[in-house]
C-alpha cells in the first residue's frame, strides 16, 4: 500500500513504539509504587516521581507522532491524485465523458482524501494499540502474575477470532460504503442546480432520490457498527467476571497485594479500553484495507465509451473554410497526420451525430491540441463572470498558449453577442493562418435567420 511506502509512517510508528514503551514503564512504577505505600512511604514517592517523569515524555513522543501523521495523509494523498491523473494521461478519449469526470472530483474531492486521511492516522493508531497492550500486558505480568494477565490476553484473544470469523462481511460492507456514498455525493449535486433553477417539484424531487440514495449508505454504515461493537464488548463483558473472581480469591491475603491492584486499577481499566480499541481497529483494518485497495482500482473502474461508435460519418458534414468546400471525414483524420497541417475547418449537424465525438477521437491524434467546449475549464483559473464573459476567457487563454498546434472549438460561439462574435472570429481567423483550428458551430447568420454551415461565414 502506497502508506507503509512513506518515510513519514515509519517516522510515526517509531514514535508510538517509544511511547508505549514508557507507557508500560509507567503502569510498573505506578504498580511499584502502590505496593511500596504500605512498607516504604520513600520509595513510594520515588516511584511516583518517576511515573510523572515517564508521563512527559509518553505525551512528547504521542504529539510528535501525530504531527507526522498529518505529514504522511498529506504526502500519501497528494502522491495518490497525481498517480490517478497520471493513469489518465495514458487512456483514451473514450473515458472522457461528464458522469467520470464528475465522478473522479467525487471520488479524489471526497473518497480517496478521507479515506487516505483517515487511514494515515488509523494505521499508526492501531500499532500505538497493540503496542500498548504488549508492553501494558509485560508489566502487569510482572506486577499481578499470570492470572490476570492471562484473562485479559484472553479478551484480545477472543476478540481477534470474532474478527477473523466476520472478515468476509466487513470486506462486502467496505466496497458497499464506498460505492453508496459515491451515488449519494452524486445525487446531492443535483440539489444546487434544482434550487436555484429549477421548480419548486424538481427540488423535491431532486431531495426525494438524494434521500433514498443515502438511506442505502446510512444503512451499511450502521450495520458495519453493530458487528464492530459486538466484536468489541463481548469479550471484554466476559473477562470482567473472571477477573473479580481472581481478586477475590487470591489478592484480598495482604495489603501490599491490595496496595498494588488498588495502583494499578485505572491502567486495568485502560487495558481493557485498548482491548476494545483493538478489536473495532482490526475490524477497521479490514474495512480500511480493502477500501484502500478500492483506491487503487479507481481508474480502471471509469465506464469506457467507443467514441468511434458515436461518430454518424454520414450524418456529419465538414468544410474546409479556405476555399469552403466539403471534404470527407476520413480526409480530414489523414490530413491531421501530415507535418505542418494548419488551417480551418467547420463541423456541421444535427444534435447527437457525433461531432463532440469526433472532435474528442482527433484530440487523441493531435496530442498538443487544445479542446475548448461547455462546462470545460482550460489552465488553472476562470473568472466569475456571465457564461459569455467565461467563455471569451477561455478562448483568449487557448490562442495565448503558443505550445498548441491545434485548437478544437466546440460551440465557441455560443451565449457570445454580435459586438464579442465578431472580436473572436476575427481573432481566430488570425490564429488558422499559422494553425489547426476546427470548429463546431451552431449559431445562425447575423444578417439573415439561415444555418451557418461554415464556421468561416463573414460576419456582417
Known amino acids: 500500500m502506497i502508506i507503509f511506502k512513506s518515510k513519514f509512517f515509519w517516522i510515526a510508528i517509531g514514535l508510538v513504539l517509544l511511547q508505549q514503551i514508557l507507557v508500560g514503564l509507567s503502569t510498573y512504577a505506578i504498580g511499584m509504587a502502590g505496593k511500596a505505600i504500605f512498607t516504604d512511604f520513600h520509595e513510594s514517592i520515588f516511584y511516583i516521581e518517576v511515573f510523572f517523569l515517564l508521563i512527559i515524555f509518553v505525551y512528547i513522543s504521542g504529539a510528535t507522532s501525530l504531527f507526522f501523521r498529518v505529514k504522511l495523509s498529506n504526502s500519501v494523498w497528494k502522491k495518490y491524485y ?122 423535491l424531487k431532486s431531495i426525494d432520490k438524494s434521500n433514498k440514495t443515502s438511506q442505502e449508505f446510512f444503512k451499511n454504515k450502521e450495520k458495519y457498527s453493530i458487528y464492530e461493537q459486538v466484536i468489541s464488548c463481548v469479550p471484554v463483558l466476559i473477562s470482567i467476571p473472571i477477573i473479580m473472581y481472581i481478586v477475590n480469591t487470591s489478592y484480598a491475603l495482604s495489603a501490599e497485594s491490595m496496595g498494588l491492584l488498588i495502583a494499578v486499577l485505572p491502567r486495568i481499566l485502560q487495558l481493557f479500553q485498548s482491548i476494545h480499541a483493538a478489536t473495532t481497529f482490526t475490524s477497521q483494518l479490514i474495512l480500511k484495507s480493502k477500501k484502500l485497495k478500492n483506491l487503487d482500482c479507481f481508474v480502471s473502474s471509469l465506464d469506457y465509451i467507443d467514441i468511434n461508435g458515436l461518430i454518424k460519418t454520414s450524418m456529419i458534414r465538414v468544410v474546409d473554410c479556405a476555399n469552403n468546400k466539403p471534404i470527407s471525414i476520413s480526409d480530414l483524420i489523414s490530413k491531421l497526420g501530415e507535418s505542418g497541417c494548419i488551417g480551418r475547418y467547420s463541423i456541421t449537424g444535427d444534435n447527437g451525430v457525433g461531432k463532440s ?18 462546462n470545460i475549464n482550460i489552465g488553472t483559473e476562470f473568472i466569475s463572470s456571465s457564461t459569455g464573459q467565461d467563455k471569451i476567457f477561455q478562448i483568449n487563454s487557448a490562442i495565448e498558449d503558443s505550445e498548441a498546434d491545434t485548437y478544437l472549438f466546440d460551440e465557441w460561439d455560443a451565449n457570445l453577442d454580435i459586438s464579442n462574435m465578431k472580436s473572436v472570429e476575427n481573432e481566430i481567423a488570425l490564429l488558422s493562418k499559422d494553425k489547426l483550428v476546427i470548429e463546431i458551430r451552431h449559431t445562425r447568420s447575423l444578417s439573415e435567420n439561415r444555418p451557418r454551415y461554415c464556421g468561416c461565414d463573414k460576419l456582417v
Open 82 to 203: 497525481q498517480s490517478v491523473f497520471l493513469s489518465l494521461t495514458q487512456k483514451s478519449q473514450g473515458v472522457n465523458t461528464q458522469k467520470n469526470k464528475t465522478n473522479t472530483h467525487s471520488w479524489i474531492g471526497s473518497e480517496a482524501l478521507n479515506t487516505i486521511d483517515d487511514a494515515g492516522f488509523f494505521f499508526v493508531e492501531i500499532a500505538a494499540v497493540y503496542f500498548n497492550i504488549i508492553f501494558t500486558g509485560v508489566a502487569f505480568v510482572t506486577l499481578l502474575g499470570l492470572e490476570v494477565s492471562s484473562v485479559l490476553f484472553l479478551s484480545l484473544s477472543l476478540s481477534i477470532i470474532l474478527v477473523v470469523a466476520l472478515k468476509n462481511k466487513i470486506k462486502n460492507l467496505a466496497s458497499s460504503i464506498q460505492s453508496s456514498q459515491l451515488k449519494t455525493i452524486g445525487s446531492i449535486g443535483f440539489i444546487w442546480d434544482n434550487i436555484f433553477f429549477g421548480t419548486k417539484k424538481n427540488y
Open 357 to 374: 465525438s469526433l472532435m474528442k477521437k482527433i484530440k487523441e491524434i493531435r496530442k498538443n491540441s487544445i479542446y475548448i467546449s461547455p
